[in-house]
C-alpha cells in the first residue's frame, strides 16, 4: 500500500499543496503554546511544517518514504524542526497519554482498522488533549476532487462520534466544502471534521 502512496508522491510538486488544512488552521487556537503534536498520515508534510511554523513541537508519522523525504524538505526549507518517523501507523510504537492534540486529515481506512487506529489516536492523547480530523464523507463519492472510492472507507459524523465515544466534540459537521489542496484535493467536496477533547477526570 505504501508503492501508491510512494507513486502518486513521485512529482516535482506537492500533490496536496504545501499550505496546511482549511479545517486545521481554524482549529489550532484550541492549543496551548509549544503543544506537543503528532500528526498521523502527514503525507508531504503540508499540516506538520506549518504546525511547526506556529511554534508547536511537532512528531509526524507516514508510511510512504517518498512523502516522508518531502516533509523533511519541507521543514527544511522552512527551516522549522519536525520529527518525522516513516512508519506503518498498523505498527508504529504508539505513545500512551503523551500528546496535547492528535492531527488526522483525510487518514481513511477500511472500517477494523479503522476503528483500531482511531483507539490509538485517543489514547495516544493527554487528558485534556485534543483531536482535530477531518475525513471525506459518504457523500463524496458524488464529486472528483480525491478520496478513496471504497465507500466503506468514507465517515459521516455518527461513525466519527461512535469511533471516538470517549471524547468531548466542542464540534463536529459534515457538508460541502471547497476544496483548493494542490492537484490531489481540487473543488467541491462533502467532508465531515471535528474537533474533540479527552475529558479530565476528577482526581488529576
Ligand atoms: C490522502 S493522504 C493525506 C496526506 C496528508 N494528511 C494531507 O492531508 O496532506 C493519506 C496519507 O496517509 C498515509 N497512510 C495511509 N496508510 C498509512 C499507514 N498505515 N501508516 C502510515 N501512513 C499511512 C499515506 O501514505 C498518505 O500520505
Not at 7 to 27: A, T
Not at 57 to 76: P, Q
Not at 146 to 152: D, N, R, S, T
Not at 174 to 195: D, I, N, R, S, Y
Amino acid at each position: 500500500m505504501s508503492d501508491f502512496w510512494n507513486q502518486k508522491y513521485q512529482r516535482n510538486d506537492y500533490f496536496y499543496g504545501e499550505q496546511p488544512n482549511d479545517f486545521l488552521r481554524s482549529q489550532i487556537f484550541r492549543l496551548q503554546p509549544g503543544a506537543r503534536i503528532l500528526v498521523v498520515g502527514d503525507g508531504e508534510g503540508r499540516n506538520g511544517v506549518w504546525l511547526a511554523k506556529q511554534g508547536f513541537n511537532v512528531t509526524t508519522v507516514d508510511f510512504s518514504s517518498v512523502a516522508c523525504a518531502k516533509a523533511e524538505e519541507l521543514a527544511a526549507r522552512a527551516g522549522v524542526p519536525l520529527d518525522v518517523h516513516c512508519a506503518d501507523l498498523h505498527v508504529w510504537d504508539w505513545s500512551v497519554n503523551h500528546f496535547d492534540a492528535v492531527v488526522s486529515v483525510y487518514l481513511h481506512f477500511m472500517p477494523e482498522d479503522r476503528v483500531k487506529l482511531h483507539s490509538k489516536m485517543q489514547k495516544a492523547l493527554i487528558e485534556g488533549g485534543w483531536l482535530i480530523i477531518e475525513l471525506f464523507h459518504p457523500l463524496q463519492l458524488n464529486y472528483q476532487s480525491g478520496g478513496p472510492k471504497a465507500p466503506e472507507m468514507l465517515l459521516t459524523i455518527d461513525e466519527l462520534e461512535s469511533d471516538f465515544h470517549g471524547l468531548q466534540w466542542q464540534l463536529l459537521m459534515e457538508g460541502k466544502a471547497l476544496l483548493t489542496e494542490g492537484p490531489g484535493h481540487a473543488g467541491p467536496a462533502h467532508v465531515t471534521h471535528g474537533a474533540a477533547r479527552k475529558p479530565i477526570s476528577p482526581q488529576s
